[in-house]
């Protein structure tokens, strides 16, 4: 199957990297200048002090240059200095038209464009040191075009009001290219700028084209939405999702169980996806829905890939009112089954009815599990209504060894699925129920969401019928590094007869990557003493229960929609490929310009 785009999506990731800081990239710049100067100390040396001509800084130079094999440019003040003044200006200007740039990323861009500025520069001693001043001032055009470019990229994406900001390092550079050389240098320094400028900005243009053209969206706004969201946590990036987004129709079934003593609990499958990212979307859907409800309540994962990423936040306030709508006429019923198993392929189900609906939780474990595509849930819901009015179906998400496609209809994986399932079904249609008791227990960790734990820690569920005990143990996560269920299952199963492990899904763990399972940074040894602590207490409130199954019609949900995660990747996927031989051609085409402006003008 070939890769879906949430996959290649996440593949994008290897082009973000974390700004060094700026301490260290201002001793990079202040070293670079320093040995531009000692490389230059042997020509100070051998000029000739007794000559007529005065001892200032422009004589020397002008001395200096009619001496074919010798070089003499001070780094310090052609290069340190720009960069310094880049470096403090670039922010606060920045933050002036109210967006946002950190003095890391300020020091960053600055140190990689004084190395650029060196390289252009002494590129003139490979022919003659006459073309100092020439390859200076192209090094400077070039300075201000790629600043403008970056620019627009991580801070602002309207180009105009990003000149002044890009004009901070090369604009020190002119001024300090009129003392070391002459006036008539500013002249071709600005006519340079001006054409960097129009060059990388019709590269700009170029590289937003496709994504206007197919979503109606600015490629570099969505970025600059995208860093400000890592820098400070804004919500911008959801205006973007919205203005692709569309409006689904899901159901969602909960498990309502009452108690003779202790708090109610709502066991819901909602049928859409978690993420995208950290809290944007629905990035934190099962903790909002959990601290929305006086119950104690499990939100699992349901069937839904990321194309049912919630586009906001504020979405998912039709989920509660859609659940609060379900459990206005439900009837409670004291029996529930005991919990079975059924397999088929490499696909397991962990069973169990409450009256007259049922519970489906399925793995595919120690093989990798990745989201089941909505189309695969539903069907296996369609097969169930045979026999139960609501069917929950569960994935329980818990086995990741690296970022893959999603489970789509009519393959055989799918097709595993919907077999186990109707055989679950079929199962326990026909088992008897007895009275059962139910305990719950919900312990936070001491562990971080970049750690691989989402904000809810561990819930359990323990659920005892005919003398037998089932628990359902759900870790807020997005996945579990493989064996990792293995393992906790192997400990728990000493404590109760049957059981699942289950992770939520949530995206909050994931800020730029999919990649952040449980397990992966935290050894599965080491919280495995919580989990089992927290099955014991759920034991421990073992009381009798009632039961109560409920269908929520979540209606005009706005989600990125049906393929659009992959319309999206595919498309920037296909930028990346020529943004590198663009962007080579139009800085031939700059620096060609440039050469035929310097020749003209000089």
């Known amino acids: ?268 499958v909602p049928n859409l996806h978690p993420g995208p990212m950290g809290e944007i979307g629905g990035g934190n859907l099962p903790k909002i829905l959990h601290d929305h409800f006086r119950e104690e309540m499990l939100v699992a994962h349901g069937c839904a890939t990321h194309d049912f990423n919630l586009v906001s936040e504020s979405e998912i306030s039709k989920v509660i009112d859609a659940l609060e709508d379900s459990r206005q006429a439900l009837v409670y019923s004291s029996g529930a089954g005991k919990s079975g198993l059924a397999t088929n392929g490499s696909v397991r189900v962990l069973y169990q009815r409450f009256g007259d609906s049922v519970l489906l939780v399925t793995t595919r474990s120690p093989q990798r599990t990745e989201d089941l595509d909505f189309s695969v849930g539903m069907t296996i819901m369609a097969e169930g209504h045979r026999w139960f009015p609501h069917v929950a179906v569960v994935d329980a998400h818990n086995c990741m060894t690296d970022l893959s496609s999603p489970v789509l209809l009519a393959t055989l994986t799918a097709t595993e699925y919907q077999r186990a399932a109707v055989d679950a079904m079929d199962a326990c249609r026909t088992a008897p129920q007895f009275p059962f008791r139910i305990g719950t227990a919900h312990h936070t960790l001491p562990y971080s969401r970049e750690m691989g734990f989402g904000d809810l820690g561990i819930q359990v569920l323990v659920i005892e019928a005919g003398g037998q005990r089932t628990a359902y143990i759900l870790i807020d996560g997005n996945n579990m590094a493989q064996g990792v269920r293995e393992t906790l299952l192997e ?35 080491e919280f495995t003493p919580h989990v089992i602590h927290a099955l014991n207490a759920a034991i421990e409130d073992l009381t009798p229960a009632e039961a109560a199954a409920g269908t929520a019609h979540c209606d005009h949900i706005v989600v990125f929609g049906s393929n659009r995660i992959s319309e999206l990747a595919s498309t920037v996927n296909a930028m990346l490929v020529f943004v590198a031989p663009l962007s080579l051609a139009m800085l031939l085409l700059a620096f060609l310009l440039s050469i035929i402006a310097y020749i003209v003008m000089a």
């Not at 130079?61 to 200006?89: D, K, M, N, R």
């Not at 243009?205 to 979503?215: G, V």
């Not at 404590?495 to 995206?507: K, L, N, P, Q, R």
Request: aromatic share 12%; hydrophobic share 55%.
């Open 1 to 268: 199957m070939s890769q879906e785009g949430d996959v290649k999506l996440g593949q994008l990731a290897r082009f973000i990297f974390t700004a060094p800081s700026w301490k260290r990239s201002l001793v990079l710049i202040l070293l670079l200048g320093f040995i531009l100067d000692g490389a230059n100390a042997k020509a100070w040396l051998t000029l000739d002090l007794a000559s007529p001509l005065s001892f200032t800084l422009p004589t020397v130079i002008s001395s200096y240059f009619s001496l074919p094999e010798q070089f003499l440019f001070s780094g310090t003040l052609a290069f340190t200095i720009p960069a310094i003044a880049a470096l403090v200006l670039t922010k606060p200007l920045i933050e002036y038209t109210g967006k946002t740039m950190t003095w890391n990323r300020s020091a960053l861009l600055a140190l990689t464009c004084t190395v650029f500025g060196v390289i252009i520069t002494l590129a003139a001693l490979a022919s003659s040191v006459k073309l100092i001043p020439m390859c200076y001032a192209i090094s400077l055009g070039f300075i201000f075009g790629l600043r403008l470019f970056v620019l627009t990229a991580i801070a602002d994406y309207r180009v105009p009001r990003m000149i002044i900001p890009a004009l901070t390092q090369s604009g020190m550079g002119v001024l300090i290219g009129i003392f070391l050389f002459s006036p008539f240098f500013a002249i071709i320094a600005i006519v340079l700028h001006i054409v960097f400028g129009l060059g990388f900005a019709a590269l700009i243009w170029m590289i937003e084209r496709p994504l206007r053209k197919a979503f109606q969206i600015r490629g570099l706004a969505f970025i600059n939405a995208f860093i400000a969201h890592m820098t400070d946590g804004s919500r911008g990036m959801e205006n973007f999702f919205r203005e692709i987004g569309e409006e689904i129709f899901v159901p969602q079934v909960s498990f309502f169980f009452r108690r003779e003593t202790g708090k109610p609990v709502i066991f819901t």
């Open 491 to 525: 400990k728990v199963l000493s404590v109760v007869d049957a059981a699942e492990i289950m992770t939520t899904d949530s995206h909050v763990v994931n800020t730029i990557t999919g990649k952040n399972p449980v397990g992966m940074n935290v050894p599965v040894a």
